[in-house]
């Protein structure tokens, strides 16, 4: 994909609370209430134009991930979702906002990179090494102190001082269908349809949070092939999409509570 074609869309911060309250909400729901989240954006941002685009990022997050969100509604439910513990809850919103917006994506992956060789990154050095992805413009600035913020939100980093930042310690991923699901999108959002197990521990993705390795208890996006004590690979078993009638049918076989 060169510079021009990569898309980046994103140029407000959106409230990372908001977003999980109506994460729950369409769990319980089984809609995305669009009305209350352009009421509740208006609370947080006075200034129309910003109340407006902030609407339009949650909104798209939210209804581009349609068929994710029926997925976890079934698959983990409302009652388990309330349950979850902030970490996992962040995995699920850190993975909905990156399909929604791949720019979060390319930014976790080098940040991670980054902070595997040191304590202290800046701003301007990510801007650097994303511009080389993007191409280094306004837009990708003005989208990147949207970014930074949310990442805070989401305890992924911390800001040490201004344009400087430090990475919040790994957190375990603890529920297993969590886990199931933010590996999945991280072999999407990769752009491959599987991954090494040998190599598992080091994905960029999982470096801020971190899912045990598979199998999971029931899984259905995921196959494990093994060809040794080690080797072999984790499979995202529906690359193209999150297809709902194959999924139905998988899960009407392997539903727990």
Same mark, same amino acid.
């Given at each position: 994909?060169?510079k =021009?074609?990569?898309?980046?869309? /994103?140029?407000?911060?959106?409230?990372?609370?908001?977003?999980?309250?109506?994460?729950?909400?369409?769990?319980?729901?089984?809609?995305i209430?669009?009305? +209350?989240?352009?009421a509740? /954006?208006?609370?947080?941002?006075?200034?129309?134009?910003?109340?407006?685009?902030?609407?339009?990022?949650a909104?798209?997050?939210?209804?581009?991930? %349609?068929?994710?969100?029926e997925?976890?509604?079934?698959?983990?439910? $409302?009652? @388990?979702? %309330?349950?979850l513990?902030?970490?996992?809850?962040?995995?699920?919103?850190? +993975?909905?906002?990156?399909?929604?917006?791949?720019?979060?994506y #390319?930014?976790?992956?080098?940040? +991670?990179?980054?902070?595997?060789? =040191?304590?202290?990154? &800046? @701003?301007?050095?990510?801007?650097q090494?994303i511009?080389?992805?993007?191409?280094?413009?306004?837009?990708?600035?003005?989208?990147?102190?949207?970014?930074?913020?949310?990442?805070? #939100?989401?305890?992924?980093?911390?800001?040490?001082?201004?344009?400087?930042y &430090?990475?919040?310690?790994?957190?375990?991923?603890?529920?297993?269908?969590?886990?199931?699901?933010?590996?999945?999108?991280?072999?999407?959002?990769?752009?491959?349809?599987q991954? &090494?197990?040998?190599?598992f521990?080091?994905?960029?993705?999982?470096?801020?949070?971190?899912?045990?390795?598979?199998?999971?208890?029931?899984?259905?996006?995921?196959?494990?092939? !093994?060809?040794?004590?080690? =080797?072999?690979?984790?499979?995202?078993? $529906?690359?193209?999409?999150?297809? !709902?009638? =194959?999924?139905?049918?998988?899960?009407?076989h392997k539903?727990?509570?």
């Amino acid at each position: 994909m060169n510079k =021009q074609s990569r898309y980046i869309g /994103i140029n407000q911060k959106v409230p990372i609370g908001l977003l999980e309250k109506y994460i729950a909400n369409y769990l319980e729901t089984g809609v995305i209430d669009s009305a +209350a989240i352009k009421a509740d /954006i208006s609370l947080v941002y006075k200034g129309k134009n910003r109340a407006s685009k902030a609407f339009q990022y949650a909104n798209r997050i939210l209804s581009h991930n %349609k068929t994710i969100l029926e997925f976890i509604q079934k698959r983990i439910g $409302n009652e @388990r979702y %309330k349950r979850l513990n902030g970490t996992d809850k962040h995995a699920i919103t850190l +993975a909905l906002i990156s399909l929604a917006y791949p720019l979060f994506y #390319d930014v976790i992956v080098v940040l +991670a990179k980054v902070f595997r060789v =040191q304590e202290l990154v &800046s @701003r301007r050095y990510i801007a650097q090494k994303i511009g080389s992805l993007y191409g280094s413009n306004r837009t990708l600035e003005i989208a990147l102190d949207a970014i930074f913020p949310m990442l805070v #939100d989401l305890n992924l980093i911390l800001r040490a001082k201004r344009g400087v930042y &430090s990475a919040v310690p790994c957190k375990d991923l603890v529920d297993d269908k969590v886990a199931e699901l933010f590996v999945a999108i991280g072999i999407r959002l990769s752009g491959g349809k599987q991954i &090494s197990i040998d190599d598992f521990e080091y994905r960029d993705w999982h470096f801020f949070l971190k899912p045990k390795q598979p199998p999971y208890q029931n899984q259905v996006l995921l196959g494990v092939s !093994k060809t040794g004590a080690k =080797q072999g690979y984790i499979e995202f078993k $529906n690359p193209k999409e999150l297809d !709902k009638k =194959q999924l139905t049918r998988e899960m009407e076989h392997k539903i727990d509570p």
